[in-house]
């Protein structure tokens, strides 16, 4: 078996097993602690340009199928992984974890201690790192400084150009920022009529198709780094009901005058428990994100805090105090993850039934 190195930033080096593509790569590592859901994380958008670590030591045992992507064409610079199963058992499998890395040409590397690598990442936080195959001296990679990551995640996972999911319900319109294809099936499945739209569409150009509502999409990346979109929500507020998540929810809060700023590891995982501050109900939800809301920041703000992270009291939900707008830094679509929180969706088409019923009867008084 060939081997392969997975060299940290802070200089910590692990030999392994190749597996998937023969290329060599350089991205910021993270870890993911779901026990299921591989394929969904290996093709969530939003880990674009990021080295993968998945902590359940088996990955791989049930194959691949073509029923659960998140993306056609996955992102992640690479996958780090205990175990790679090399023989699946599952009735709905059609490949291996490695045949499906090597058509898309994204390497991984087995057989290392996931175990240490992940308490690095927590202790360190989440840092470059470098995949090869070829055994590479540290002071080959000693200036990490030189290594610039990329920040334009989002302008390369959004949709070139927009198009249409026929529906005769609601008219939503989708920022696409790197979307999980499970927030379209849920939008699909209440019968909403689905305009997807590029990142950097302007407000004129979203409000010229006439939606009940709009829904802002989870992505990769800094929140800071897609200004025109926070402009374009900022121009939004007020005018037509509102639903973000994860980057959506960052993006609405930034649009509203609050702060973001990056987390030292990040979420990502199944089951982060939260809890509504309304209803004091705690829900068990799926998460991936490397940022948060600051929640100091909100005090300047008309965003008033709904939802908190048990693990660690971080933002996790937010609504404009007078405008119809609501947002959440988890994934209420799930996929891979628990299901505790789809009604959200629910939620966001009643507030567009409930504005457009005060918009018809201003109306008829007026």
Known sequence: MKKRQLILED??????????????????????????????????????????????????????????????????????????AAAPSNFRKQHTIDAFLKFHQIPGIAGIDTRKLTKIIRKQ?????????AVETLEKHATWESITLSNDQVQRMSTAKPYVVPGRGKRIVVMDFGMKHGILRELAARDCHITVVPWHYTAEQILHLNPDGIMLTNGPGDPKDVEPAIQTIRELIGQVPIFGICLG??????????????????????????????????????QNHGYTVTKESLATTDLIL?????????????????????????????????????????????????????????????
Do not use: W
């Open 306 to 366: 709904t939802q908190v992270a048990l693990n660690d009291g971080t933002v996790e939900g937010l609504k404009h105090r007078y405008y119809p707008v609501m947002c959440v830094q988890y994934h209420p679509e799930a996929a891979p993850g628990p299901e505790d929180t789809r009604h959200l969706f629910d939620n966001f088409l009643t507030m567009t039934a409930q504005i457009k019923q005060t918009f018809k009867e201003e109306a008829t008084y007026a």
């Open 11 to 84: 200089g910590t080096v692990f030999t392994g097993t190749a597996f998937g593509s023969d290329s060599a790569t350089t991205g910021e590592i993270v870890f993911n602690t779901g026990m299921t859901g591989y394929q969904e994380i290996i093709s969530d958008p939003s880990y674009c340009g990021q080295i993968v670590t998945l902590t359940y030591p088996l990955i791989g045992n049930y194959g691949i199928n073509s029923d659960d992507f998140e993306s056609i064409q996955p992102s992640i610079q690479a996958l780090v992984v205990k175990e790679a």
């Open 125 to 133: 936080g989440a840092m470059k790192a470098r995949l090869t195959e």
């Open 249 to 286: 929810h960052q993006l609405i809060a930034l649009a509203a005058g609050a702060n973001t700023e990056k987390l030292k590891f990040g979420h990502r995982g199944s089951n982060h428990p939260v809890k509504d501050l309304e209803t004091g109900k705690t829900y068990l939800t799926s």
